[in-house]
Nanobody, 124 residues
Framework: QVQLVESGGGLVQAGGSLRLSCAAS????????MSWFRQAPGKEREFVAG????????YYTDSVKGRFTISRDNGKNTVYLQMNSLKPEDTAVYYC?????????????????WGQGTQVTVSS
């Protein structure tokens, strides 16, 4: 099993920045692609950003390209999401997700482990 603990959420004004962290523990040898998803009230959970394990390839949903940056520290089994130029529409609970599978994965069903979620609120 793998446990994921997220931190870094909070309240920020539009245009501000936040950095989310997600630390993995347990059977970390099985970790592969790591990603962030988010879920706003009344909406489905959506993919935000992902990073592969082998070569650190990063990919993003269109709405956050140029504003968010995902990175990972394999030595610390931690993935980060730097969020800049935040907008009110970025308000959501953000979830860290880890897959045992390699590749560019964007569907929630492709991930094996999930964090508890951290609230990000952007005020206008």
């Amino acid at each position: 099993q793998v446990q994921l603990v997220e931190s870094g959420g909070g309240l920020v004004q539009a245009g501000g920045s936040l950095r989310l962290s997600c630390a993995a523990s347990g059977q970390t040898f099985s970790l592969n692609t790591m990603s962030w998803f988010r879920q706003a009230p009344g909406k489905e959970r959506e993919f935000v950003a992902g990073i592969t394990a082998s070569n650190g390839y990063t990919y993003y949903t269109d709405s956050v390209k140029g504003r968010f940056t995902i990175s990972r520290d394999n030595g610390k089994n931690t993935v980060y999401l730097q969020m800049n130029s935040l907008k009110p529409e970025d308000t959501a609970v953000y979830y860290c997700a880890v897959s045992r599978t390699a590749g560019k994965l964007t569907r929630a069903g492709q991930y094996n482990y999930w964090g508890q979620g951290t609230q990000v609120t952007v005020s206008s």
